[in-house]
């Protein structure tokens, strides 16, 4: 899943590139391009292979799960802004991928493609990365008789593995770990969706409205 994601990526990037799009396009194109099959793969193949993504990744909510997300939500902003101190502390002052890309967007597009970007932060990542890692993963796992613990272990480092940002790495993984409690606690995929959309909000609201600031 991770390799085809990539892949796509990669070769969107490169046609791109050949062809002599607008820098904008290649952007945001380019990190939208993984979504494609982080996301998809996870529905098409619990559609073609097992219950249906309802089902099988957990897309349902309930008012208990709603209240689950809201509290992990300000529980990992927390966790995420004292690791970053940590993490400051330790390596130095420290940026994201998405900042970087962020600010590239705004030299390509102005503030109109960066609100963009924004959004897609807040909305597009949180959907497509929990389909892949508390959904898709998450599930296979707990199917496959790994245990709660390990399960949760596995599926935050594969969250926190696949952003590639070494110096981040403490704080992802912490995400990972909170997110993989909702989803074990509630069951609602959509509730970590929550969760996640809330822990992204904040750094989104900080590229948009360009001021100095980590991604969590």
């Known amino acids: 899943m991770v390799i085809g994601a990539f892949g796509l990526s990669t070769i969107v990037i490169v046609s791109m590139q050949v062809a002599q799009a607008p820098t904008l396009v290649v952007l945001l194109v380019g990190s939208v391009a993984p979504w494609v099959f ?8 619990t559609k073609l292979r097992g219950n249906g ?3 099988d990744l957990g897309l349902t909510l309930r008012w208990i799960d709603l209240v689950w997300a809201v509290a992990a939500g300000i529980v990992g902003l927390i966790i995420a802004s004292l ?7 330790l390596v130095g002052e420290f940026t994201s991928t998405g900042a970087e890309v962020a600010e590239q967007v705004r030299e390509a597009g102005g503030t109109p493609a960066v609100l963009l970007f924004a959004v897609l932060l807040v909305v597009g990542a949180p959907v497509v990365e929990e389909l892949a890692f508390r959904g898709l993963l998450f599930n296979s796992l707990r199917k496959r008789g790994i245990g709660v613990v390990w399960t949760l272990v596995i599926s935050s480092a594969a969250f926190a593995l696949i952003h590639f940002e070494p110096t981040r790495l403490l704080v992802l993984v912490a995400l990972g770990l909170v997110l993989g409690i909702v989803r074990w ?12 959309a809330m822990i992204n909000a904040p ?3 900080v590229l948009a409205l360009g001021l ?5």
């Open 38 to 45: 982080l996301g998809g793969y996870p529905l098409l193949i």
């Open 53 to 55: 993504p309802v089902i």
């Open 212 to 216: 100095p600031g980590v991604t969590p």
């Open 185 to 196: 606690r509630t069951g609602s995929l959509l509730a970590c969706m929550l969760t996640h």
């Open 83 to 89: 690791l970053a101190l940590l993490t400051t502390q």
């Open 203 to 205: 750094a989104a609201l």
